[in-house]
């Protein structure tokens, strides 16, 4: 088994028109050509190619759906919100177990932010918000570094945004176990004292709701450049951590989650299991976020 990974960073290349620039497009289609090469070489049998609320979400999807399809000879399926929410909380599921019984999960992604809750593999209620940590980045905090007043505007905003979303999960019942999944909460846990990557999937990670107030209030004075030099930040998720951070911080204070504990398995491992619960074959998964 292998994995490869490319940042596109849709979310950040759409235009004030709601249009994946062409500069997202290119990147698409080019990161589309060498994987489907990669899958190729590999003697795949099967290539699964999702994508999700970038492309979901803009105005000219069809057209550079179309085009990907033209130049790279793949076809790009389209995940809705609510089915990347309930493939991500199938991973989160088949890691934890049924042990862990009520789970409610969290995921930020580049366009959007996913909430879900349930006792089974499927979840009882799922949410898919446009709060992705590059979405925000991109209409909010323009600034290098955003300032200290638009990111309170920022915060008082997300709690109106999920306002609703928060009063319906609370509502459905008390969570055995609250998860974090996606880059930016592993990314987040470990810049409050989490464990690094290189100590394996299976080490506890956890991340506080008082650590991410303490590294928001440092990160957010910092420029893109400065944070993309602390340990376990990227230059490509440098832009956005400041907008994740917030989504994450509104995120647990409206579900009133003083604590995650963070899965490492998250919508391409909901993708991969879905399709062995019918085709026990190998494929390589390929997710445009």
Request: net charge negative; charged share 25%.
């Amino acid at each position: 088994m292998s994995s490869t990974k490319s940042a596109l960073r849709l979310a950040e290349n759409t235009d004030d028109r709601g249009d994946i620039t062409a500069v997202g497009a290119d990147r698409l289609v080019e990161t589309v050509r060498d994987f489907s090469g990669i899958a190729q070489s590999s003697g795949c049998g099967e290539l699964m190619a999702f994508a999700t609320s970038a492309v979901r979400d803009a105005n000219n999807s069809e057209a550079v759906l179309s085009r990907v399809r033209a130049e790279t000879g793949v076809n790009l399926e389209v995940l809705s919100g609510v089915d990347e929410a309930r493939l991500t909380f199938l991973a989160v599921r088949r890691w934890y177990g049924w042990s862990a019984g009520h789970i409610l999960n969290l995921d930020i992604g580049g366009g959007s932010l996913e909430l879900t809750y349930g006792g089974d593999e499927d979840p009882e209620v799922a949410f898919s918000l446009q709060l992705g940590a590059g979405r925000l980045t991109r209409d909010w905090l323009h600034g290098d570094p955003p300032g200290k007043r638009r990111v309170a505007v920022l915060r008082d905003w997300l709690d109106a945004e999920l306002a609703g979303p928060a009063k319906e999960l609370r509502a459905a019942g008390p969570a055995d176990l609250q998860v974090g999944t996606s880059k930016t909460f592993r990314s987040l846990a470990r810049l409050t004292g989490a464990a690094p990557s290189g100590a394996g999937l299976r080490v506890k990670r956890t991340l506080t709701a008082s650590g991410l107030r303490q590294l928001i209030a440092f990160i957010s004075r910092m420029t893109a450049s400065d944070r993309a030099e602390l340990e376990g930040v990227s230059s490509d998720r440098s832009q956005q951590i400041v907008a994740g951070a917030l989504v994450a911080e509104a995120s647990m204070r409206a579900l009133g989650i003083d604590t995650l504990e963070i899965c490492p398995w998250a919508l391409r491992e909901g993708l991969i299991l879905r399709k062995l619960d019918t085709d026990m074959g190998g494929e390589l998964v390929v997710s445009a976020r």
